[in-house]
């Protein structure tokens, strides 16, 4: 194909050679791998499954000619060369999932990511700085805590000694299974560089957008996030021969904590989101009183001011609800992180290139975490938000339209490339 010249004829070239098409054959290849009845996938971080799925995206990308390659995290990245050495452009997601995850979170970002740089080469152009697609481990943090471990760990924020005490629900090690899939996938050492600037395209995981008929949104910030770990010991004891007066409940003790946690971040405007999303019984029988349960706190609001406040108060909520069971408590804070503004430049680009393509748009908060926070500490970074049905992610159902997906992938093609040439 003939060498498009200018920055908006190539632009143009790159935006009209996005393939909707093979960007859906993809979507629906990769959701085969760890797919689960109800359709969605299960795919989880550092597991033969998510080997499987990146070894699919190395195929892939080799069979264009584009570089693979790995960091010690297992972050798989895809380079498209440019025609000067300079810092790379960087796209991606994850290809990870919660275990009833769908099959487009996290695998669109990394998707689209491939499909840009696959259009940019089928216009046959050829741009100054590298285009990288990024696929990061662990972002889903179910797992592993925390989650992000890959962009964390690439934007120096964690490093593998911290990680060491690490361990799954089963008592997997992150570091041995990572080794194991290191071993799986070998792929040359990743030279991990600072990239000039990153763009993560991904599905909304909220209604907005589908609410508003939008097609895109031009996200601007993401809200902060607060993750704890509360461990709740009591006794066990015989649910028969135990008055209540001598009993040290753990169970009564959490959902008392519970209860009071819930009304100290209740909020009347519905902005603060708080969840407890896993609650651990222990021994775990029916008959014995528990003695110990775990649970999470997963708390977000965009101000950090809030967090902080609310944060305070998490201990001393949890041990008062205790005592009166006459339980003890251990409450630790996981990961806090900072609400994340994006770089003015990149939104004004994503908003320009939607403009620009007439896709109707909107500016947008993320509700939900992403790699692209973390890549914002150490390069200007934005994100490109498409809808999804209903709003529902985190679930086997969740879709997304083909069409928007392509739209997506436009917007991001050209938002790469206007970066790539700069
Ligand atoms: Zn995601």
């Not at 971080?45 to 264009?64: G, Y």
């Not at 990245?77 to 796209?91: D, I, Y």
């Not at 066990?236 to 135990?242: C, E, F, I, Q, R």
Request: glycine share 10%; with cysteine; net charge negative.
């Amino acid at each position: 194909m003939a060498k498009t010249s200018g920055a908006r004829p190539a632009a143009d070239a790159a935006v009209a050679a996005i393939d909707g098409e093979r960007l859906w054959r993809r979507l629906m290849s990769m959701a085969e791998i760890g797919a689960t009845a109800k359709g969605g996938v299960n795919r989880p971080t550092l597991s033969p499954d998510d080997v499987r799925a990146k070894r699919l995206l190395a195929d892939w990308a080799r069979a264009r000619g584009f570089a693979v390659s790995q960091d010690a995290l297992g972050n798989l990245f895809v380079r498209r060369a440019g025609r000067e050495g300079a810092a790379p452009v960087m796209t991606g997601s994850h290809l990870d999932s919660q275990p009833t995850g769908g099959k487009f979170d996290g695998a669109y970002g990394v998707l689209a990511g491939l499909e840009v740089i696959e259009a940019i080469d089928d216009a046959g152009i050829e741009t100054r700085r590298p285009i990288e697609v990024a696929a990061w481990t662990n972002e889903e943090g179910w797992r592993f805590q925390p989650g992000c471990t890959g962009s964390l760990h690439y934007t120096r924020q964690i490093d593998l000694a911290r990680l060491a005490g690490v361990r799954d629900w089963n008592g997997v090690g992150f570091a041995a299974a990572l080794e194991e899939c290191l071993a799986a996938l070998p792929l040359p050492v990743h030279d991990g560089a600072i990239p000039s600037a990153y763009v993560e395209a991904h599905i909304e995981q909220g209604p907005r957008l589908e609410a508003a008929a939008l097609t895109i949104g031009v996200v601007d910030a993401v809200q902060g996030s607060e993750k704890w770990l509360v461990t709740i010991t009591g006794e066990d004891a015989h649910a028969g021969t135990t008055p209540h007066a001598l009993r040290r409940d753990a169970l009564q003790a959490a959902v008392a904590a519970i209860a009071a946690l819930g009304a100290l971040m209740a909020d009347p405007a519905d902005v603060m989101r708080f969840t407890v999303g896993r609650l651990v019984v222990e021994p775990g029988s029916p008959n014995v009183v528990p003695g110990r349960c775990t649970f999470t706190i997963d708390m977000r609001h965009p101000d950090l001011a809030v967090i902080d406040r609310l944060s305070a108060r998490v201990p001393e909520t949890i041990a008062d609800a205790a005592a009166r069971h006459g339980c003890s408590v251990e409450a630790k804070r996981l990961a806090h992180v900072d609400p994340t503004r994006f770089d003015p430049g990149i939104v004004a680009a994503v908003r320009a290139a939607a403009s620009g393509l007439g896709l109707p748009h909107m500016d947008m908060i993320s509700g939900a975490g992403h790699d692209a926070m973390h890549l914002a500490k150490i390069c200007p970074s934005g994100m490109i938000f498409i809808p999804c049905a209903r709003g529902v992610s985190h679930n086997e159902t969740e879709s997304a339209t083909a069409a928007d997906c392509a739209a997506g992938a436009r917007v991001l093609a050209a938002t790469l490339l206007k970066l790539a040439q700069s």
